[in-house]
């Protein structure tokens, strides 16, 4: 009941420049039919005329909310993290030089006494254990409409209050870049974004938040949405999507962030896991014979708390900001099943460029392919929560469907061009390997 509809948009261009516009953008709801905003977009699934001279310096890996914006940290906690670890280092260093400084026979009562209290010794470090375990566990909240536990240390008002000095940084650092609301890209993000929210106000963490708009005017192909609301989109995304539903789809996912409260869960984990690290960094420089050897203790023990926990963890809650924020396209009307195609279209935009495929353990990003994938897994509970909103019918074939065949051509129409006597590899020219496609 009221709910506006997101109509599908066709037989138009993707736009290069908002101000020379084709196509339209409607919401419609029972009683007024609002004002449109006209923007150049392709229909769903159509690569860009323009796809095929994509060069580095535009197309790039698609980075929702850069690691400061996916994890901004209390203030105090940003003074006194790296004091901690000094403290740690200086007293495990001591410690060494402490040990060596001993007369042998000292050193042997010592481990002497070590011994026969071995059992009282092995209680303490349990009870220190025990206490982590406990403060983990009555630590635990649910996440907003998933339902997931995670642990969450600081709180969300903590958050809100730091947005604001986030917010006047990048204010400050693209005073000079930001569109006008008058311009028409900036119109067609701001009645997305009021869309989306508007459909999904029946859930309090999105009804609770202000959002507002603000498009910048660089080159790459970015979005991130602050906790306390501000939306920051580049026009090098709006110049990436095909169509209107891809658009939908990435702010959904950026909305969802700010939703989920993703940014105190990941400060939580962080802060959490660096005061566990505490305990190992004073140890490895109490026991390595030497500073180099514990500088190099210390990076290892680093890098492996960010390749089991930290980028494992932004993945985790990459693929469920994909997850919520499908589900408020669906809930906005939005055709779903363009979103998945977005992640192909940059896939193959790297591909044709013969950029380097990095392994996705190295990412705090799911891949593309696999992020398509996940996608295209959750599309159809996100068809049925599209119907049970009462939208309308989704018209005209699927985009996937869309961007296969157009794929097949392209490739085809490659080989066609190919010299017959040519032995050397093209780097230029696309290669047979879309599995998802």
């Known amino acids: 009941k009221g709910q506006r509809c997101l109509l599908n948009v066709s037989n138009t261009k993707v736009y290069k420049n908002a101000h020379h516009s084709l196509g339209r953008l409607c919401f419609q709801s029972p009683q007024t039919l609002e004002k449109t905003t006209s923007v150049q977009i392709s229909s769903a699934g159509q690569l860009p005329p323009h796809f095929s001279s994509w060069n580095p310096q535009i197309v790039r890996c698609f980075h929702t909310s850069p690691s400061f914006q996916a994890a901004p940290v209390p203030l105090f906690w940003i003074i006194v993290k790296p004091v901690q670890k000094l403290v740690a280092i200086i007293l495990g260093r001591s410690i060494r030089k402490w040990w060596k400084a001993l007369p042998p026979n000292k050193r042997e009562l010592l481990k002497e006494s070590a011994r026969k209290n071995k059992w009282k010794i092995l209680l303490g470090v349990s009870s220190l254990g025990v206490l982590f375990v406990v403060f983990y566990f009555t630590h635990l909240e ?10 969450l240390v600081f709180g969300k008002e903590h958050f809100r209050e730091l947005s604001q000095l986030e917010y006047d940084m990048w204010m400050e650092k693209f005073k000079d870049k930001m569109l006008p609301e008058t311009d028409a890209r900036f119109q067609v ?14 859930i309090p963490q999105v ?10 005017d660089e080159p790459e192909i970015n979005a991130f949405v602050l906790p306390n609301g501000e939306v920051f989109v580049f026009t090098g995304l709006l110049n990436a999507v095909s169509d209107i539903h891809q658009l939908s789809f990435i702010l959904g996912h950026e909305i969802a962030h700010a939703v989920l409260e993703h940014a105190a869960e990941k400060a939580s984990l962080v802060h959490f896991l660096d005061f566990l690290s505490l305990i190992f960094l004073t140890v490895i420089w109490a026991i390595c014979p030497r500073d180099s050897l514990a500088v190099v203790g210390q990076w290892i023990q680093s890098k492996l708390l960010e390749f089991m926990f930290d980028r494992p963890y932004s993945r985790t809650l990459e693929a469920e900001a994909d997850k919520v924020g499908l589900q408020f396209a669906a809930k906005a009307c939005v055709d779903v099943r363009a979103s998945s195609v977005f992640w192909q279209q940059l896939e193959l935009a790297e591909t044709i460029q013969g950029q380097p495929k990095l392994p996705e353990w190295l990412s705090t990003h799911p891949s593309h392919e696999n992020r398509a994938e996940h996608l295209d897994r959750l599309i159809p509970e996100a068809l049925k929560i599209r119907e ?22 392209f490739l085809d129409s490659s080989e066609d061009q190919e010299p017959p006597n040519s032995t050397k590899q093209d780097l230029s020219k696309p290669k047979r390997d879309f599995p998802h496609a």
């Open 388 to 409: 049970s909103c009462n939208c309308p019918s989704l018209s005209g074939p699927d985009p996937r469907l869309v961007f296969k065949l157009t794929m097949q051509q």
């Open 142 to 151: 649910e996440t907003p409409i998933t339902g997931r536990a995670r642990l």
């Open 189 to 202: 993000v701001e009645r997305v974004v009021g869309h989306l929210s508007e459909s999904s106000k029946d």
């Open 207 to 216: 009804s609770a938040l202000k959002w507002v708009i603000h498009v910048v």
